[in-house]
């Protein structure tokens, strides 16, 4: 069984700029979430996809954006990049029965350096 | 909006000494509670989760938590530690964002088990 992968692992960014990081959800599983981990802090909730669609969000601006594809694999997309940005972006994702409790299962994250 | 509170930043404990990691959210409704471990540079892994039924949870490496509705707690203990429990430990607390069940983490608690 294929667990949660994400692409890529590292890179690095500047002010102003904008980056796609991506995410291939756990067999079975049609939920995909997004969280951002600072560094020294516990993860926030970015936002969740279920169906294509976007059916929870946490506290972030418009310019954090992202899609769900037909295969339940799922892109975060971050514009006009800020200092702050700079962080662990962990997707997770969950089956049916994890969709009710919140239980998830996480990829290993793509950091992001923003300078 | 859900809060967690892990009241311990850190936590140093000496190899097969007993320890506790302690644990509070904030809702006295019914809740879904879980422990996550991050070892360095990976994603977050389910250690244990408290869905309904037996007040104590168990996961197969040895570590249990006891929900506490009165105290609204979750606390995370295990007997005797090792050094590869090395790590940070999140709490987490399901609750509900539109549609979507998120989960709301602690800031952490970073256990080193020393030789």
């Known amino acids: 069984e294929t667990g949660v992968t994400q692409s890529p692992t590292h890179l690095i960014k500047t002010r102003g700029q904008q980056v796609t990081l991506r995410c291939s959800s756990q067999s079975g599983h049609n939920t995909v979430s997004w969280y951002q981990q600072a560094l020294g802090q516990g993860p926030q909730f970015i936002f969740q996809y279920y169906r294509e669609e976007e059916n929870g969000r946490g506290n972030f601006p418009p310019r954090f954006s992202g899609l769900q594809f037909p295969n339940y694999s799922s892109e975060l997309n971050v514009n006009a990049l800020e200092l702050d940005d700079s962080a662990l972006y962990l997707c997770a994702s969950s089956d049916p029965s994890g969709r009710e409790t919140g239980e998830l299962f996480f990829g290993e994250g793509s950091r992001l350096t923003v300078l | 909006a859900q809060s967690v509170t892990q009241l311990d930043s850190q936590v140093p404990v000496f190899e097969e000494a007993p320890v506790e990691l302690r644990c509070n959210y904030s809702?006295?409704?019914?809740?879904?509670l879980f422990w996550y471990v991050q070892y360095p540079n990976q994603g977050l892994q389910l250690l244990l989760k408290y869905l309904s039924g037996s007040t104590l949870v168990e996961s197969i490496n040895g570590f249990e938590a006891e929900f506490n509705k009165s105290q609204t707690s979750f606390h995370l203990r295990k007997p005797s530690v090792h050094i590869s429990d090395t790590a940070e430990y999140f709490c987490?607390?399901?609750?509900?964002?539109?549609?979507?069940?998120?989960?709301?983490f602690g800031s952490g608690t970073q256990l080193t088990v020393l030789p």
């Open positions: 809702s006295s409704v019914s809740v879904y």
């Open positions: 987490a607390v399901s609750e509900s964002s539109g549609s979507a069940r998120q989960l709301t």
